[in-house]
């Protein structure tokens, strides 16, 4: 079977880089998917696509070498089973509160005995190739978010259930839980700490941990701490950034418009 690679790398503690896909487009996962990642998601959750936009975006995404992840709108087995079905070689399961929830998202990732998913990998076994039914159980990675008020507090029992293969920090909705503005990029003190002590639960049993990040200066911050797996950002805000920037350039080359202040100002000062 085809090795999961980003998956062996959080298994040996080493630090990857994701790309977050949030366009149902075939063409902008392609395009990312060849960027170098080490792995990109999918989101379903909150990204403006379907189940039917994954037929061709987990294609375009295996022109590549990134290990294809989907994040799930919800904790609910046959979602989980048909993304993976489709190819995706790990999911990401939101809102995940105690380890009841977190033991139903590995159920439903593993083939029995292990689980519950049921056969029927009427892609994956192309993808993932010879060998997928007996080494699905070990290449394919449950990932679960710490991301609410429950999850905080039952953090110790998410992260030591079986079959976890890492926990995914929401930060807008981590912050939500702590009573604050759900922003994304946060500096306030109590989020940066419940941050550090999730992060610092996790490695103290070795579990791989990542995070969310829309700047390079937060994205900076976690891989310097440690975290095993950032995304650096989506790939609407990587197009928007870029057309921010080249449109802001070429602005400032043209001349102001007639009666505007900064033409008025230009005129009085001969520039």
């Given at each position: 079977?085809?090795?999961?690679?980003?998956?062996?790398?959080?298994?040996?503690?080493?630090?990857?880089?994701?790309?977050?896909?949030?366009?149902?487009n075939a063409h902008t996962a392609e395009i990312m998917?060849?960027?170098?990642?080490?792995?990109?998601?999918?989101?379903?959750?909150?990204?403006?696509?379907?189940?039917?936009?994954?037929?061709?975006?987990?294609?375009?995404?295996?022109?590549?070498?990134?290990?294809?992840?989907?994040?799930?709108?919800?904790?609910?087995?046959?979602?989980?089973?048909?993304?993976?079905?489709?190819?995706?070689?790990?999911?990401?399961?939101?809102?995940?509160?105690?380890?009841?929830?977190?033991?139903?998202?590995?159920?439903?990732?593993?083939?029995?005995?292990?689980?519950?998913?049921?056969?029927?990998?009427?892609?994956?076994?192309?993808?993932?190739?010879?060998?997928?039914?007996?080494?699905?159980?070990?290449?394919?990675?449950?990932?679960?978010?710490?991301?609410?008020?429950?999850?905080?507090?039952?953090?110790?029992?998410?992260?030591?259930?079986?079959?976890?293969?890492?926990?995914?920090?929401?930060?807008?909705?981590?912050?939500?839980?702590?009573?604050?503005?759900?922003?994304?990029?946060?500096?306030?003190?109590?989020?940066?700490?419940?941050?550090?002590?999730?992060?610092?639960?996790?490695?103290?049993?070795?579990?791989?941990?990542?995070?969310?990040?829309?700047?390079?200066?937060?994205?900076?911050?976690?891989?310097?701490?440690?975290?095993?797996?950032?995304?650096?950002?989506?790939?609407?805000?990587?197009?928007?950034?870029?057309?921010?920037?080249?449109?802001g350039s070429a602005r400032k080359l043209l001349p102001?418009?007639?009666?505007?202040?900064?033409?008025?100002?230009?005129?009085?000062?001969?520039?």
């Amino acid at each position: 079977m085809r090795k999961n690679t980003a998956l062996a790398a959080w298994r040996r503690g080493d630090q990857t880089l994701g790309g977050w896909l949030s366009i149902g487009n075939a063409h902008t996962a392609e395009i990312m998917a060849n960027m170098g990642f080490d792995w990109i998601c999918i989101d379903l959750q909150h990204g403006l696509l379907d189940y039917c936009d994954l037929k061709t975006m987990l294609p375009a995404i295996s022109t590549s070498n990134t290990t294809p992840i989907v994040r799930v709108p919800w904790n609910e087995p046959s979602i989980i089973m048909k993304v993976l079905d489709a190819g995706a070689y790990g999911v990401i399961v939101p809102m995940v509160n105690n380890r009841k929830e977190a033991e139903a998202a590995v159920a439903a990732c593993r083939y029995p005995p292990d689980g519950m998913r049921s056969f029927g990998p009427v892609r994956a076994a192309l993808y993932g190739g010879s060998g997928y039914a007996a080494e699905a159980n070990n290449q394919l990675a449950c990932v679960v978010m710490i991301e609410t008020k429950d999850g905080i507090e039952n953090l110790e029992e998410i992260i030591t259930t079986p079959g976890v293969d890492g926990v995914y920090i929401g930060p807008a909705d981590l912050a939500l839980a702590l009573g604050l503005p759900p922003l994304g990029d946060n500096n306030v003190p109590q989020h940066a700490e419940m941050v550090k002590h999730i992060y610092n639960s996790c490695r103290n049993h070795n579990l791989a941990v990542g995070i969310h990040t829309s700047s390079e200066a937060f994205f900076q911050r976690y891989l310097k701490q440690g975290f095993q797996f950032v995304t650096l950002g989506t790939d609407s805000g990587f197009m928007g950034q870029a057309a921010n920037r080249a449109l802001g350039s070429a602005r400032k080359l043209l001349p102001a418009p007639a009666g505007s202040a900064d033409a008025e100002e230009r005129e009085d000062t001969g520039y």
